[in-house]
């Protein structure tokens, strides 16, 4: 069955501009989704791949995104880009894109079901585009145009390939803040992250400069360099591993102020290790007894001497690349972060399990001597930020929520004071 999706998602193919591709893409997806028709929805297919997949395979497969996601509902909007279409679409359970290739011919060759991917719109007067080293980073810029205090709050994201507001199933914790900031005649920048957009230059020679801080320095170096920002104090708000680098941002950037949300003192192998055991004791299902040692032999690996840059990926933490771990392995946040002579302001929810009290607690105890540190704690709230109760879970991300109202408040007093 496993095989069959796969197959599925990879491959499909069909549809014409003539009936313009975006109508015909429309037509294939409530052929398919809402007729629930395999037999029509099969004829889209493009010769080429029509006979890896039969009509009673797409039965099959309809069968099962209705069990995972629910009913197909519509189509909230669709992009595209180059010969790839992207048709929002919202299920039951999720919203999510749609992904449609097509040939030169107009004819169907690709069919993804992927995360929704942010597109910018021509009248949109918030998109700000910006060169990045070998990239155009594209976000959004929001400037109060009433009350403005002159402060700008760049966003640097966790781990993973995140979109400009950090998109986690329903949940959008740095649009909630950015908006949140303009309210307060605050502006702010937030963009779309390069493993994210760029996938492709993420290599197996990059480290977590490539991925995150090099980008964060140069977007606090187009807004201290532009003549429109001229006055204003920069603020960075790094979340999670976004937190957990910033040592290293500040020592670049040199900036006003530093926010980390839930970020991480300790090394990322230590936070994998321990989010990865405390998922597998509330559900082993999920995270088998198995799949924790292997972590765990990935883990002694790369702290050996065994370890060295012509490692491979496989026998390291989360398949990243021996460039990748040895950046990290001589990466010191704690004795970095002494560096920092700027205010700082540290949160941290108690429902977190991703990172948790014992590095909020090694933050606290490595700077409990520097005045121009605060730190907040939150009981209630997750990763995101987000108020929740009962046993912490990976479920509370598929609820819809906002960032939490009494730590926007006190994000916007370190931020005007």
């Known amino acids: 069955m496993k095989k069959l999706l796969t197959l599925f998602l990879i491959v499909l193919s069909f549809l014409s501009f003539s009936q313009s591709r975006k109508d015909i893409g429309t037509q294939f997806i409530r052929t398919l989704l809402?007729?629930?028709?395999?037999?029509?929805?099969?004829?889209?297919?493009?010769?080429?791949?029509?006979?890896?997949?039969?009509?009673?395979?797409?039965?099959?497969?309809?069968?099962?995104?209705?069990?995972?996601?629910?009913?197909?509902?519509?189509?909230?909007?669709?992009?595209?880009?180059k010969d790839s279409y992207y048709y929002y679409s919202e299920f039951e359970k999720s919203k999510l894109d749609i992904q449609i290739t097509f040939t030169s011919g107009d004819k169907m060759i690709g069919f993804f079901l992927v995360p929704h991917k942010m597109f910018d719109q021509p009248d949109d007067k918030n998109t700000l585009k910006m060169t990045s080293d070998d990239i155009e980073l594209k976000g959004t810029l929001l400037v109060p145009a009433n009350g403005n205090k002159k402060k700008l709050v760049i966003f640097v994201h966790g781990s993973g390939a995140s979109?400009?507001?950090?998109?986690?199933?329903?949940?959008?914790?740095?649009?909630?803040?950015?908006?949140?900031l303009f309210k307060n005649g605050i502006a702010s920048y937030r963009y779309d992250k390069r493993t994210y957009?760029?996938?492709?230059t993420f290599t197996e020679k990059s480290t977590a400069e490539q991925e995150t801080i090099n980008d964060a320095v140069n977007a606090a170096a187009y807004f201290k360099n532009n003549e429109n920002?001229?006055?204003?104090?920069?603020?960075?708000?790094?979340?999670?591993?976004?937190?957990?680098?910033?040592?290293?941002?500040?020592?670049?950037?040199q900036i006003s102020k530093y926010v980390f949300m839930a970020g991480n003192a300790r090394p990322l192998q230590e936070v994998i290790m321990d989010q990865l055991e405390y998922l597998h004791k509330i559900d082993p299902s999920k995270i088998s007894t198995e799949t924790v040692d292997t972590i765990k032999k990935q883990v002694a690996?790369?702290?050996?001497?065994?370890?060295?840059?012509?490692?491979?990926?496989?026998?390291?933490?989360?398949?990243?690349?021996?460039?990748y771990w040895k950046y990290l392995l001589n990466y010191k946040a704690l004795d970095e972060i002494k560096n920092i002579k700027s205010p700082l302001f540290f949160a941290q929810g108690g429902r977190d399990y991703k990172v948790t009290e014992k590095d909020f607690a090694l933050w606290q105890n490595q700077l409990k001597t520097n005045k121009m540190a605060t730190f907040k704690w939150y009981p209630s709230l997750n990763h995101l930020f987000i108020k929740g109760s009962g046993i912490p879970s990976p479920g509370d991300y598929e609820v819809k929520g906002n960032v939490d109202e009494e730590f926007l408040k006190d994000l916007v007093q370190f931020i005007v004071k």
């Open 163 to 180: 979109d400009r507001d950090e998109t986690l199933g329903e949940n959008k914790p740095f649009k909630d803040i950015a908006d949140e």
């Open 197 to 200: 957009s760029n996938p492709e």
């Open 301 to 323: 690996f790369l702290q050996s001497d065994k370890f060295d840059l012509n490692s491979p990926a496989s026998e390291l933490p989360l398949g990243q690349s021996a460039s």
């Open 229 to 253: 920002f001229k006055g204003y104090q920069i603020i960075m708000l790094g979340h999670s591993l976004g937190a957990y680098l910033m040592p290293k941002i500040a020592e670049k950037a």
């Open 34 to 81: 809402v007729d629930k028709n395999p037999e029509k929805a099969h004829s889209f297919f493009d010769a080429s791949v029509a006979g890896e997949i039969k009509a009673k395979d797409l039965a099959m497969v309809t069968e099962q995104l209705q069990g995972q996601l629910g009913a197909f509902k519509n189509i909230l909007e669709v992009n595209n880009e």
